[in-house]
Each structure stands twice: as structure tokens, then as C-alpha cells.
């Protein structure tokens, strides 16, 4: 089968990519109604600033006993271990 090839003298060439002529490109996209329409912003939640998670493993009683002062003050478990470290970093 003899086919010539007629897309063998076709080179790439590269696009120029400077901002002025991609500003100049998006500026006619948008008067032919074409719109950019990458998000804004991530969807959904602002992340918490506690995002590191531990799991440690302690004996049972221990366990109880961190849950027990937890409930007792009012607050998480995560932020009583924050207060014990904070009072640990500052009696060191």
C-alpha cells in the first residue's frame, strides 16, 4: 500500500506565550463569548488549623482518664493534649 504522507512536511511550531498575547487571546475568547471556567476558590470547607491527627495508643485507664477530664472541662480530647502540651513546653 503506497500512501503518501501528506502531513510529513507539517512542523510544530511553538505558540507564543507571553502574557501580552495570551492577555490579547482571552480578551477575544471573552468578546465571543467564550469565559474562563476554572473555579474561584476551592469548594466546600475552610480547612481546620488542627489538621495533623494522632492516634496514640495508651492503657485503658489512661485512656478513660483523658476522655473523663475532657468531658469534665468542656472541651475535646485534641485540645486537653494541647493544653498538657503547652504546660509541658512551658515547664521544661
Do not use: C
Amino acid at each position: 500500500m503506497s500512501v503518501s504522507n501528506r502531513l510529513a512536511g507539517l512542523t510544530a511550531r511553538p505558540k507564543n506565550t507571553s502574557p501580552v498575547e495570551v492577555r490579547k487571546v482571552d480578551d477575544v475568547g471573552e468578546a465571543r463569548g467564550f469565559v474562563d471556567r476554572t473555579p474561584r476558590k476551592k469548594p466546600g470547607r475552610k480547612p481546620s488549623p488542627r489538621t495533623h491527627q494522632l492516634h496514640p495508643k495508651v492503657f485503658p485507664e489512661v485512656g478513660e482518664a483523658i476522655a473523663a477530664e475532657a468531658e469534665r472541662l468542656g472541651i475535646t480530647q485534641g485540645q486537653l493534649i494541647e493544653q498538657m502540651w503547652e504546660h509541658y513546653e512551658a515547664t521544661r
